[in-house]
């Protein structure tokens, strides 16, 4: 079994900066790709950012594309998810996630999630 732990979460004023760390219990496998998700309080989960095992290809949601970047250190099983700009609507729990293999961003594809970590952006 797999543990991925989020931390870096917290309170931000519009236009603050918040970086997400995501630390995995053990490699899931060579070329896994990872991503990190979040879900607002009444919707549903919704895909943020991923990227594959080298880094060499990310994926971002419109609504954070420019904002948001997100990083992996495979030496320390660790991905990132730095995120600028803040804004209200960027509210939610975000949760990191461990594909099966290299296709970002297929949910239907996660196999292991992280517990969460809450972002809250004031206003």
């Known amino acids: 079994q797999v543990r991925l732990v989020e931390s870096g979460g917290g309170l931000v004023q519009a236009g603050g900066s918040l970086r997400l760390s995501c630390a995995s219990s053990?490699?899931?496998?060579?070329?896994?790709?990872m991503g990190w998700y979040r879900q607002a309080p009444g919707k549903e989960r919704e895909f943020v950012a991923g990227?594959?095992?080298?880094?060499?290809?990310?994926s971002y949601a419109d609504s954070v594309k420019g904002r948001f970047t997100i990083s992996r250190d495979n030496a320390k099983d660790t991905v990132y998810l730095q995120m600028n700009s803040l804004r209200p609507e960027d509210t939610a729990d975000y949760y990191c996630?461990?594909?099966?293999?290299?296709?970002?961003?297929?949910?239907?594809?996660?196999?292991?999630w992280g517990q969460g970590t809450q972002v809250t952006v004031s206003s």
């Open positions: 996630a461990s594909y099966r293999g290299s296709i970002i961003g297929d949910t239907r594809s996660v196999a292991y």
């Open positions: 053990r490699r899931t496998s060579s070329n896994n790709a």
């Open positions: 990227i594959s095992w080298r880094g060499g290809s990310t």
